[in-house]
């Protein structure tokens, strides 16, 4: 099975613009939740999305979206970049038959904000 | 607050030396956590994982450890080789069932595997 695959896996910005990423999950998987990662937080939990449902949210401003197809693809969206938002964005995807089950990370887009 | 932290930065051993990496977590309600493995340039990778009815689970040169007493949770690497080099992190997920909160990760530890 192919893994989680990230597009696109660079991106530059500047302030103020919105950008847009993807993910596909494992095939099968049906949740998918996004993670941000920086040096200086590590890694910290976006949001998670089962069913085309946003099921559960971290402690991130509204600027942070996302949403999910109904073939489970998901996008996630940051409007009015700040600077600080120079991260990389992780997505993982789980089957999910109640919990507690491994997420598997895609490789990452690394977003930076001029 | 509460969090998933790790003791160490950063962890030199000896390329054949067995390694272990430490955890220390402080929610109690934390039932299902994970080790992961993330090289430069890449996503965290799966390495093994351990349910709160457990204390130990082993893996292909692995072993994981979990005391629910003083809530701590180890790595252990055996025979250690050059590709083990990378940033480990331990997770928690704080809730099973069809809401799962999203993964904690402690800030990871450097293993540096020395010739």
């Known amino acids: 099975k192919a893994g989680v695959t990230q597009t696109p896996r660079y991106l530059i910005k500047t302030r103020g613009q919105q950008v847009t990423l993807s993910c596909s999950p494992i095939?099968?998987?049906?949740?998918v939740s996004w993670y941000q990662q920086t040096p200086g937080q590590g890694l910290q939990f976006l949001f998670e999305?089962?069913?085309?449902?946003?099921?559960n949210k971290g402690n991130f401003p509204g600027r942070f979206s996302g949403r999910q197809f109904s073939n489970s693809r998901s996008e996630m969206n940051v409007s009015t970049l700040e600077l600080g938002d120079s991260a990389l964005y992780l997505c993982?995807?789980?089957?999910?038959?109640?919990?507690?089950?491994?997420?598997?990370f895609g490789p990452g887009t690394r977003l930076l904000v001029l | 607050g509460e969090s998933v932290g790790l003791h160490l930065p950063t962890l030199s051993v000896q390329e054949g030396d067995n390694s272990i990496i430490n955890c220390a977590y402080s929610n109690s309600a934390s039932d299902y956590f994970i080790w992961y493995k993330q090289e430069s340039g890449k996503g965290p990778q799966f390495i093994i994982d351990?349910?709160?009815?457990?204390d130990k689970r082993q893996g292909q040169r692995v072993t994981v450890l979990l005391n629910k007493t003083v809530k701590h949770l180890s790595l252990q690497i055996a025979a250690t080789q050059p590709g083990d080099s990378a940033v480990y992190f331990c997770?928690?997920?704080?809730?099973?069932?069809?809401?799962?909160?999203?993964?904690?990760f402690g800030k990871g530890t450097h293993l540096i595997i020395q010739p």
């Open positions: 993982a995807s789980r089957l999910d038959r109640g919990g507690g089950e491994t997420q598997y």
């Open positions: 999305y089962f069913s085309e449902t946003q099921r």
């Open positions: 095939s099968g998987h049906r949740s």
């Open positions: 997770a928690e997920n704080r809730g099973t069932g069809g809401g799962a909160d999203g993964l904690t």
């Open positions: 351990i349910r709160s009815n457990m």
